[in-house]
């Protein structure tokens, strides 16, 4: 059974964002940039399905060199190729189609994303391409079992699990609690280091145009302290509390 | 993110204040960010109740042994990945980042046990050996200190005789990391023509023992002991034919103390995060301590000494990598790095308050740890003089 892993390159989420002088990008200095988390996920099931059913893990991206790191640690972990994809990818819907037009000549039985990359929140990409491939989807996974001809996956509902059926090939997004990632080891980083990374150019033909366009990045307001009350009873603890909610938060 | 923490507690590999980050190969920072991870999802969560109750978190063991780190600059032969002495050195700064405690299992089952194997033992030895201690099946210890030899260990005391066709190994040694839980010790003994030996001695040997010394108050999530030797008998096949002189067990102290070098830069890190954030967090007298001229001055001298100890630790392994560093240089980085980094514990441990003592922040376990890393591997003192024979051409060590 061959999977493809769709994994994007994010800023490690302990780093400070700041907006680049554009203000629609973040600035990349000092940004230590890691595999999306939910990626993870889905790098490690595609392991495991391959460990399970035999076959081959191909990872891939869209961007820049810089994203082979990201392509590496998935090799490191495991994955048999890597795929990194130019394209002009303005939005998650480019991406998409990108990403189809490269796992159509691939023809993999299977392909897993992450639920969503930890930067833009898009959660598009995965359903995308699915719906470009006109390919079942099922998306925020939590557990997966296949047999050569489909497979059973619960995924996470409001409240409970929901048991999906669905036929091959298919498209699903990766849930935390899927499985537990591997830890790349050392002599596997130092295999991938040898391992060739397959540049595939998709041209603007097929990326389309853009539906989306941002037009401002804003980071959270600062949030000003919090006040604690002390040195009070209780009837007058409880009087400045109604004031401050009133006056202050204006909740009540 | 692994283990269920949840995604967005990632912490960052830095601080990177000179941009140190490009000088490193991809392959270097993926193997930091491999350890980095290890140690943020595995150690942290429970390093201080460790530390607390004094306990070594053996289940660490085959994890690390997973990841591949021990022994990890040895050829494939023997079960390592021939990695960098960068990112050796890279492995020891993360370790050392969740625990020096840590960071000191990993440096003597590697630097000290493993590497006088494959400098001084023979082919079958080391075949014999290091196979199985990089896959953490078998855990060494490295047995040169004594009670009454700790900074000269040519006054040595343990002796190995001749008897028949193997030797009798009769002694004590003091202060040994692993001992109590090693499968494996080096022992270094005085042979009848005064020259220094070392030997291979599994445990279990007749004769042996290995108490643990349980009042330490620092390093507590490391195990020290004893090494007792009553009459051990070992074969000759047990003793390391390349090993023919003190010379043997102070070049795997070399190995070691560039290892520590590297890694105390790591608990430097650690304290330094901590105390940033807390600094920022942190109200008195109407705003965040960060925006005091005394608590910002402490920030400053933290990320400078910071700063220095890493581009010397990646000089350092560079030339290591090159075979072109002097024991002197190592003397060097040693001494100050781990002193750097005690300085920069205690400055974090101060900015952190009263909150500063407890074991829910780090500074203070990694002050009290760098206590010991400031000791061992030659003390501060030893490590000047070293540096200052070197300097002068004259000896003022004894
Ligand atoms: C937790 C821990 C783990 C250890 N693990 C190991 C291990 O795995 N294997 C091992 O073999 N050893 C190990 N050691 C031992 C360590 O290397 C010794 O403690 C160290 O070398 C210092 O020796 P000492 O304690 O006997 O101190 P001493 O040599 O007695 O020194 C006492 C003081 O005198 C100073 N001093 C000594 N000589 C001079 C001089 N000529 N001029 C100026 N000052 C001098 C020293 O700097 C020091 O401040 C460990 C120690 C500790 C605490
Ligand atoms: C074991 C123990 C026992 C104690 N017992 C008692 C007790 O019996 N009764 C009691 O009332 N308290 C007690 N304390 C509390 C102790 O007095 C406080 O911890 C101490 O006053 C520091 O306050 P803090 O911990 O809130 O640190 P903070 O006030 O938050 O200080 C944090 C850091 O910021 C620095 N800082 C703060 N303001 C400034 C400024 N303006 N400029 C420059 N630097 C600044 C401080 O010097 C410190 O380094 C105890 C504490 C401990 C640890």
């Not at chain 2, 790591?266 to 301590?289: H, K, S, T, V």
């Amino acid at each position: 059974m061959n999977v493809v892993v769709l994994v994007k390159q994010v800023p490690d989420t302990a780093t400070r964002i700041k907006v680049s002088s554009g203000g629609v990008e973040i600035d990349p200095r000092g940004v230590n940039y890691v595999m999306n988390p939910y990626d993870e996920f889905a790098v490690e099931e595609a392991l495991r399905v391959k460990e399970l059913h035999g076959g081959q893990v191909t990872v891939l991206t869209v961007g820049g060199e810089k994203a082979d790191e990201a392509l590496r640690t998935a090799l490191a972990m495991g994955a048999d190729e890597a795929v990194r994809v130019s394209a002009d990818a303005k939005d998650p819907l480019t991406t998409a189609r990108a990403i189809a037009s490269v796992v159509r000549e691939l023809g993999p039985d299977l392909v897993i994303a992450g639920k969503q990359a930890v930067d833009d929140d898009q959660g598009q990409v995965g359903s995308l391409v699915a719906a470009l491939l006109d390919w079942p989807q099922v998306t925020v996974v939590t557990e997966l079992e296949l047999s050569p001809e489909g497979g059973v996956a619960e995924r996470e509902v409001e409240g409970g699990v929901e048991v999906v059926e669905f036929s091959l090939p298919a498209v699903l997004t990766a849930q935390k609690g899927l499985n537990e990632p591997r830890y790349a080891s050392l002599p596997g980083i130092m295999k991938a280091k040898r391992k060739e990374i397959r540049q595939v150019a998709v041209d603007a033909a097929v990326t389309g145009e853009p539906v989306l366009r941002t037009t401002a990045l804003h980071v959270p307001e600062e949030r000003s302290a919090g006040i604690i009350l002390r040195d009070m009873d209780a009837a007058a603890l409880a009087k400045e509390l109604v004031r401050l909610l009133h006056e202050e938060a204006k909740l009540i | 993110m692994r283990n269920g923490s949840d995604p967005v507690s990632l912490s960052s590999t830095g601080p990177d204040y000179f941009d140190i980050d490009p000088l490193l190969s991809e392959e270097e920072r993926s193997i930091r960010a491999m350890v980095h991870d290890f140690v943020a999802a595995e150690v942290m969560p429970t390093i201080g109740e460790n530390w607390l109750k004094g306990v070594f978190p053996s289940d660490l063991i085959p994890k690390m042994a997973q990841l591949g780190i021990f022994g990890p600059t040895l050829p494939e032969k023997y079960g390592g990945a021939g990695i960098s002495q960068v990112a050796y050195g890279l492995i020891m700064q993360e370790l050392e980042r969740g625990d020096s405690g840590l960071r000191s299992f990993a440096s003597v089952q590697s630097a000290l046990a493993m590497h006088a194997i494959f400098r001084y033992g023979s082919e079958d030895q080391r075949l014999e050996w290091l196979p199985r201690m990089t896959r953490g099946e078998v855990i060494g210890c490295f047995g040169l200190t004594e009670p009454d030899a700790g900074s000269d260990p040519g006054t040595m005391r343990t002796r190995a005789r001749r008897s028949g066709k193997g030797w009798v190994l009769n002694g004590a040694k003091r202060w040994i990391t692993n001992s109590p839980i090693a499968d494996v010790a080096i022992v270094w003994a005085r042979d009848d023509e005064e020259k220094i030996r070392g030997f291979i001695v599994p445990k279990g040997t007749p004769g042996m023992s290995a108490p643990e010394i349980e009042t330490k108050i620092s390093m507590r999530a490391s195990v020290t002991g004893d090494i007792i030797l009553e009459d051990v008998e070992v074969g000759e096949e047990m003793r390391l034919p390349e090993a023919k002189s003190l010379g043997a067990p102070l070049s795997c102290l070399t190995q070691a103390r560039f290892g520590i070098a590297c890694g105390a830069v790591g608990a430097a890190m650690d304290c330094f995060n901590e105390a940033l954030a807390y600094a920022q967090d942190r109200i008195a007298f109407g705003r965040p301590i960060a925006q005091t001229q005394l608590m910002q001055e402490r920030l400053v001298d933290m990320l400078s000494r910071i700063s220095r100890s890493q581009l010397v630790a990646l000089r350092l392994a560079q030339l290591k990598e090159q075979d072109a560093h002097t024991y002197a240089q190592v003397s060097m980085a040693k001494r100050d790095n781990v002193r750097a980094a005690l300085e920069v514990a205690r400055m974090g441990r101060e900015l952190l308050g009263g909150n500063g003592i407890t074991v829910e922040y780090r500074a203070m376990r990694h002050s009290a740890n760098l206590e010991t890393v400031d000791t061992y591997e030659g003390t501060y003192e030893i490590h000047t003089l070293i540096v200052g024979r070197d300097i002068t051409g004259l000896n003022a060590l004894g």
